[in-house]
């Protein structure tokens, strides 16, 4: 089993982190949609968990793993706490928080990956899994939020792309029978270092072709 | 198997009861929407079935339910045609509604920790999915509907709390092994009395610490 | 099995092209939206296999049809890379994609339905959910661009009774044993034919009983 590249504490010890940062991305949410501590609590569940119950509900791993595992659950609740008390100190370090999702995006990303191809899907599929998997709880987190989902937004910096190249590579590895515990570090951190560059340079996807000259005037959709 | 509580009978007459209710809701708000009478349909059948469907999703009991019981299908319809031609007086008779949409929220969040329970979820989880069962279909009415979930916002009157109350001391009966026809009343009535009161006394739940007072003047997500 | 109506080519082609035409019509709502290629990718895989995906979940076939052909995949990422770069052309026959799309949902409100018969669903069911699997994408492609799902809405042409009265007639030829390559085009012919004399003439459903006078003055829901 590729999911057995790691030891299980270290392999749960980064799931829960990756859980956590993007726990705190929902729960803040919250805080700015004006919801009641509640609301903050499902936002952060939904972000932290959606994406890999997603994924584990089309490949048939039901009860899915964040209906399995206390950890998963109760993590987010504690982020809640902690946005619950101190969100203006964390929204300070909103920059920091950031820089946590992204290496939530690259874990995630190569961890759905490889339990997509590991429940029998194909090479693409898994990919594009992994994909989901990390960006999928955002999704979701947005729709409940009743905002347009970021990740479809033009004027984002590129937060699936990152994913898609991390997903791809952990791909290509499967393919050649070249991941390892050492080897899967490789794509989770080329998507980290991507998504951290595309913050900093505001990197976006273009728009459809003709479109670019006018929407720069008077977009609609922003 | 717990689930056996009643006579299938009672079990049965009092889910189309929930369900019925239930999509009262959907259906009047498809109304106030100006929705047509096939999307008035949509979200009566997305109301009183969506949780349900939710959680038997997550448990892998599939087909679900609501697409084995001709009666769990065609209830929402009937309330669809009794909404559609009596809709004035069906909102004249709004406060008659909400106590046996509370009635509802207490037989699902119970009959849904025990369907989860009985599927290998552990007491935490069934609670959960519990919680979802009750809750669920409202939250995707309301996205089906282009509103905020109501779940959510925080100048709305406690409506998951109830649920969770319910569900939590129907968990607790299970791990003490009290859990009888009797006994399953308690947390069913207690969450139905909780909700009854919180919408008498308009309760709130508490939005984040520091947020409080500045959100009185401007609140954002209302 | 009912699904062995065509030689599989032919089933596949006709896939294909239903596949092909929704995604068009998701990749043009991102166009309209202002979202980037990205964006206008996930709303054409949405539309394309958002419903196939939901019956699949639903009657257990995981993992689902989504995931385990390349075409199925494939197709909507061509269909956005068309809109990407010629999309005023593609608008400018929006009427001919119309056509398209109510062909397409002919052909998937029968295939969905025998699918889901297939799979052991009671007649009811399967028509339903051959109703879900044509129009499920449209709903999940309005639900994640942040717009009233316009099978919902009163002011756009019938939609849903086309493929509820297609879903509903292959139901009855499989009620009677005479679904074959033959008859099986009658249902998805009178779906695709009832859906162009919709747009042709503006048929409308009604909305509730009292509300139709008031409301032509102020719709709210518009």
Known sequence: MLTDLFSPTVQHSLDLAGIFVFAISGALLGVRKNFDVFGMAVLAEVTALGGGLFRDLIIGAVPPAAFTDLGY?????LATVIVFFLHPEVERITKAVNVFDAAGLGLF????????YDHGLGLTFAATLGLATAVGGGVLRDVLAH?????LRWDRDLYAVPAMVGSTMAALLIRYGELNAQTSMVPALTAFALRLMAMRYHW??????HRRSAATEGPDGT
């Open 73 to 77: 659950f109760l993590t987010p609740l």
């Open 109 to 116: 990303c190569v961890a759905g990956t490889v339990k997509a």
């Open 147 to 151: 905002e347009v989902p970021s990740l």
């Open 204 to 209: 976006r996807a273009p728009r459809a072709w």
